[in-house]
């Protein structure tokens, strides 16, 4: 996924957890992740879920769990309605919430320090299409819709995408 992402956006930071599900309860690991984002002057943070994910495919299937976290969360997310696409959405969405947290970036939201963003794609359909958490403060959900539409631009070099 990574070379697709360079492709479109140039040369990024990557900070990778399977299905885009990172968990923060590490605050150590939290205070490290915050302080490069500090350090490279990072202002704005993509979510990117690929709707080809195998954690994805596995839980519209019904495969049995494995031992990865992010596999029960996508299954209580999942209904037997969705497909890809619609499952990816709704993970990214959830993971938007969650790191939308006080505890996490909430504060440098507020503050306008950091923009929070989500982005679906397949390498299969060159597809890049943005995701929008509707209780994202409304400044932040314009600046998605105007700077992540499909025709993405590349992105300084300051940027991170999980």
Known sequence: MEGFIRRHFGNVFFLTSPASVFDFRDEAY??????????????????????????????????ELGFFSCEQLIRE?????????????????KQLYELSAERIFGRE???GEVRLHALMISKAENLI????GEFMPQ??????????????EPVP???LIL
Request: glycine share 4%; proline share 3%.
């Open 30 to 63: 939290l205070n490290e992740v915050k302080k490069m984002i500090r350090n490279e002057g990072i202002q704005d943070i993509y979510l990117v879920g690929d709707v080809f994910c195998q954690f994805v495919k596995n839980a519209l299937v019904s495969r």
């Open 77 to 93: 997310l999942c209904l037997e309605t969705d497909t890809p696409m619609t499952l990816t959405e709704k993970l990214l969405k």
């Open 157 to 159: 070099s300051s940027e």
């Open 129 to 132: 299409s943005p995701v929008c």
């Open 109 to 111: 939201l507020e503050k």
């Open 139 to 152: 400044k932040q959900r314009e600046f998605t819709k105007k700077n992540n539409g499909t025709n993405l």
